[in-house]
């Protein structure tokens, strides 16, 4: 794996920590046994990690294989050279089935239309097309009802180029409560639907429905395969989770343990592109919502919210220079940012920044900024901009 890189030739980019990545990994792994299988979500660019080189340290961290939303998502996978099986989780248009069986990925199924065109594009090709079947159990998003599933199981049974190779179904309320008692009745629907699959002659030999809070909270959800998305990358998916996973682990094996630490694998970072004095009562930015009370240091940064800096940023977040926080002062620009450095000493140009992640002992997590904007941290990685550097780095 790669361990220096010379980042002076960029102004922003973003480090991936492959000991980190592989801890999370061990830790997930370790909550589900050796037997299940460890499906990774790389999402809308790995949750703006970084598709494929998050693809490479998951499978190199020993995970079995990838869900996606997007077809091109899976597409991309494997022009990267990556032949481990990838479910795409969101519809793909019924044109372009074709490319999926092609691919032999692994297609999501809740309606009768993309049933046919999926077995009229794998007969045209000669081959079975592998279904997942998506059940609706609660969440109210994408899936087929219980009271349509009866008619399409009776078209699936008819179609002997369909391999409906597995059956899911995804959680509404895991994440956000310690009470579970909605989730356990997902579960319920979940295995009546399976049964009637079962009585049409139709045993998925992949059953899942553990996001990450399941996969870890609950092994009863666990099945023969799970779907780990945003703990593969270090966020908890929320508060409660983690207390939930606090409480059981101090019954189980003490809480201290730093193994059962999830770790943020992702650290932003951008270089100071200008750095400028602006006497007191001066003004900073658009709209001139700072206003100076002393003589003030700015450094400017090369990054704002095109780069995925959220503006409700602006005057409330701070970053890292030296090892000390620096407020951000007015509002975020486009592709520029200012902050305060005023009590940094030795700052220079083209110094170090963290935007997200640690810096001397002082860090500033994803966490931490999706609650100024009123977020999840799932939405802060995800908005970081394709269009920044990823690498890895082994420390
Ligand atoms: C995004 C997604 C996941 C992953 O959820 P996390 O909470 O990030 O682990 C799992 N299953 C489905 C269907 C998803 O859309």
Redesign the pocket.
């Known amino acids: 794996m790669t361990t220096t890189h010379d980042t002076r030739g960029f102004g922003s980019w973003i480090e991936l920590s492959a000991p980190a990545y592989q801890a999370n990994l061990a830790f997930l792994r370790q909550r589900i046994g050796p037997e299940v299988e460890l499906a990774v ?1 790389v ?1 809308s660019n790995a ?1 703006g990690h970084g598709l494929e080189p998050i693809a490479r340290l998951a499978i190199d961290a020993g995970a079995d294989s990838f ?1 996606v ?1 997007a077809l091109d998502e899976a597409l991309a996978l494997r022009a990267a050279g990556f032949t481990q099986d990838i479910l795409v ?1 969101g519809h793909v248009p019924l044109a372009r089935l074709g490319e999926a069986v092609a691919e032999d990925l692994r297609v999501v199924l809740y309606d009768p239309v993309t049933a046919d065109a999926l077995a009229d594009a794998a007969e045209r090709r000669g081959k079975r097309a592998r279904a997942h079947l ?1 059940v609706e159990t609660g969440t109210n998003r ?1 899936g087929i009802d219980g009271a349509e599933l009866d008619g399409l199981v009776a078209r699936l049974v008819e179609r002997p180029s369909l391999d409906v190779e597995g059956v ?1 179904t ?1 959680f509404a309320d895991i ?1 956000d409560t310690t009470d579970h008692a909605f989730a356990r009745e997902q579960l319920r629907l979940f295995r009546a639907a399976m049964d009637r699959l079962e009585a049409a002659g139709i045993t998925p030999r992949k059953r899942h429905a ?4 399941a ?1 870890i909270l609950y092994e009863e959800t666990h099945f023969d395969m799970v ?6 990358y270090g966020f908890w ?1 929320s508060k409660q989770t983690r207390l939930s996973f606090d409480h059981r682990a101090t019954d189980e094996r003490g809480a201290s343990d730093p193994a059962h630490r999830l770790q943020p694998v992702l650290t932003w970072k951008a270089r100071i592109s200008q750095i400028k004095t602006v006497p007191t009562d001066g003004f900073v930015g658009y709209g001139r919502t700072y206003q100076t009370t002393r003589d003030t240091r700015l450094a400017i940064l090369p990054i704002g919210y095109a780069d995925g800096y959220d503006r409700h940023l602006s005057n409330v977040a701070s970053v890292l220079i030296g090892g000390r926080r620096a407020p951000v002062r007015g509002r975020i620009c486009m592709n520029l940012t200012m902050v305060d450095v005023t009590d940094v000493p030795d700052v220079g140009l083209e110094d170090e920044v963290v935007l997200i992640g640690r810096q001397g002992d002082r860090r500033i997590d994803a966490d931490d900024l999706a609650d100024h904007v009123g977020t999840i941290p ?1 939405e802060i990685v995800a908005r970081l901009a394709a269009h920044l550097p990823r690498m890895i780095v082994d420390r």
């Not at 553990?210 to 809070?213: E, G, L, M």
């Open positions: 979500v999402k949750y869900c939303h989780m998506k994408q899911y995804h994440e553990a996001c990450s809070a996969a779907r780990v998305g945003i703990s593969q998916s799932y």
